[in-house]
């Protein structure tokens, strides 16, 4: 039988290289998007093409609503809920604090902090045992700015990150003994649309050469990692903070 996996924010980058990867594993892939509905068709194109089965969610992962029906959606249309990738996140332009506003800071934390906690509290009711699931595996996509803090950048995306670190290893004690692995990533400088969003579409570039790897990563190579720890190769593994970083 198909495993049954959501993607947050895989119409682009991470995310949609992440469902690429699980649709040649024969996954079947929970697409969600916020705004680019034909990137998202794109990526489920993508799944199919690799041999996976995909269906397209629109929703922003900090309106509990959108995050019940995504959740609801999946589960009528397979009958199961295997893992959770909480990959949808933002950045804003680089900035002190002391010029970040109020609108920005409650956005940060409402979409990198609030939201991947309202999709991981929907995944551990439905696949925790005790509650009638089968267990499961999620995998959080941190930063690594959340050790280095982003000073002059955004230590507002930084600490955002920090919350879902802890909120993994807090929550991997918490399921594991309902049979859920909980794991995150924290990728390094990747080269994605995210940073021409932050307003400095050169960043993984300028400063990937800057890396012990000598070059920014790509989407594919987070994706491997993400897929590895959604798989049963990594079967005793969770709690873990994987950097995937190049070595920054
Ligand atoms: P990206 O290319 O900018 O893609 C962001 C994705 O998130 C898009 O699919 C976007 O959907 C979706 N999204 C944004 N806000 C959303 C919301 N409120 N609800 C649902 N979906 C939403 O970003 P990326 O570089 O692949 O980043 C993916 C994750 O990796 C993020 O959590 C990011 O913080 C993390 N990360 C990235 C890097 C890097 O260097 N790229 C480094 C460390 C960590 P639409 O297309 O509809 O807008």
Redesign the pocket.
Known sequence: MSKVVLI?????????ATARLLGARGWTVGV??????P??HETAAEVGRAGGHARVLR????NEADVIAMFDTLESAYGRIDALVN?????APSSPLADMSAERLARMFD??VY?AFLCAREAARRMSKDRGGDGGAIVN?????ARLGSPNEYID?ASS?GAVDTMTVGLAKELGPQGVRVNAV??????????A?GGRPER?AVLGVQTPLGR??G?DE?AEAIVWLLSDAASYVTGALLDVSGGR
């Open positions: 947050t924010g895989a119409s682009r980058g991470i995310g949609r969600n998007y916020q705004h680019n509905e990137a998202a929703g922003d992962v900090s990959n949808a996140g933002i950045v979409v990198n939201g996509v941190s930063s690594a700015a995306y990150k924290r990728p390094g400088l990747i080269d994605t649309d995210i940073h969003s993984a920014p990563g989407a987070v």
